[in-house]
């Protein structure tokens, strides 16, 4: 079993509804992160965890929200689903260190129309 | 702010060649670097990175890389590249407190 799993693994959705991308991780780490993959713009941060407690945005949080429900699930989710919102969306985790390795998950590819 | 650059959006190579991919970063002090790979339909996986000692490290499935402080560069090498090795590369910067920043990515193709 991966590491760091991700659901659904694809979504199309409709312009308005609210989506929520889950996160878990078996890895034991407090840190968590979702990014926002698009072509030629490669990994932006969307927010970032680093204990249940402790929630931060990233660099493109307007429109989005998260959730850490546990040590090792954190979700995203979409209020109100846009089409510039169609991406590849990852969730990663980390050690408690910032040299640490970050695991990533495979991937929500998410359409919207 | 931290950035990192990678200059190269596609890059095609023949079997048996080698490769260089490149990468400059901005960082006001100390930069803990790193080079990431995606596989088609797969999450990225850490190949390599570095953040303090020999300028030189190594990483696996034979990729290598090295810091050059004064170029502010940390460029990924490979001396023969097998077909399995097409994918897309990011180059990553973060350091002390701040978060890791991602390059744009490389993607690279292997002709036969």
């Known amino acids: 079993d991966a590491d760091v799993t991700q659901t659904p693994r694809n979504r199309i959705t409709k312009t308005g509804k609210r989506i929520m991308l889950e996160c878990s991780q078996t890895k034991g780490h407090d840190r968590m992160y979702w990014y926002r993959q698009d072509p030629g713009l490669g990994l932006r941060l969307i927010y970032y965890s680093f204990d249940v407690k402790d929630i931060n945005k990233g660099e493109i949080s307007d429109g989005y929200s998260v959730s850490r429900q546990a040590q090792a699930k954190f979700s995203l989710s979409l209020e109100s689903a846009i089409p510039n919102q169609t991406a590849l969306y990852f969730c990663a985790s980390q050690t408690g260190e910032y040299t640490g390795e970050l695991f990533f998950g495979e991937g929500s590819r998410l359409t919207v129309l | 702010a931290q950035s990192v650059t990678q200059p190269d959006i596609h890059i095609t190579v023949s079997e048996g060649a080698s490769l260089e991919l490149r990468c400059n970063y901005s960082?006001?002090?100390?930069?803990?670097l790193f080079w990431y790979v995606q596989s088609p339909g797969q999450g990225l996986q850490l190949l390599l990175k570095?953040?303090?000692?020999?300028?030189l490290v190594q990483g696996i499935k034979g990729f290598e890389a090295e810091f050059k402080r004064s170029q502010s560069s940390f460029n990924l090498r490979k001396p023969s590249v097998h077909w399995s090795d097409a994918a897309e590369y990011f180059c990553?910067?973060?350091?002390?407190?701040?978060?890791?920043?991602f390059g744009q990515g490389t993607r690279l193709t292997i002709n036969p």
């Open positions: 960082y006001g002090a100390t930069p803990y």
């Open positions: 990553a910067v973060g350091g002390g407190a701040q978060k890791l920043v």
């Open positions: 570095y953040f303090s000692g020999d300028t």
